[in-house]
Nanobody, 122 residues
Framework: QVQVVESGGGLVQAGGSLRLSCVAS????????MGWYRQTPGKQRELVAT???????NYADSVKGRFTISSDSARNTVYLQMNSLKPEDTADYYC????????????????WGQGTQVTVSS
């Protein structure tokens, strides 16, 4: 069984910063990619940023230049540094681990965390 747990959300004023963390746990041999997505009520979940095991990153246009995704592959951990936050960044942020391979030979295509709430006040 593979689990993904996020932390680091909270309330911050516009222009402020937050750092989200996400840890994947289980008998993990490798993870192809991890990423952050966000969702607000009534809207579809949208990509924020992803990072592959090789270090390639991808960002939504709305966060480029403000957010930075990084990872510690040895700890199966991914971070999202969010700077210059705007009220429109307010959402529930979800961590995703894609193509997780375990030592038992299992493959988990998409594993999601429970989410962490980020609120940016104006």
């Amino acid at each position: 069984q593979v689990q993904v747990v996020e932390s680091g959300g909270g309330l911050v004023q516009a222009g402020g910063s937050l750092r989200l963390s996400c840890v994947a746990s289980g008998s993990i041999r490798s993870i192809n990619a991890m990423g952050w997505y966000r969702q607000t009520p009534g809207k579809q979940r949208e990509l924020v940023a992803t990072i592959t095991s090789g270090g390639s990153t991808n960002y939504a246009d709305s966060v480029k230049g403000r957010f930075t995704i990084s990872s510690d592959s040895a700890r199966n951990t991914v971070y999202l540094q969010m700077n210059s936050l705007k009220p429109e960044d307010t959402a529930d942020y979800y961590c995703n681990a894609q193509n997780v391979f375990t030592w038992q030979g299992s493959r988990y295509y998409n594993t999601w965390g429970q989410g962490t709430q980020v609120t940016v006040s104006s």
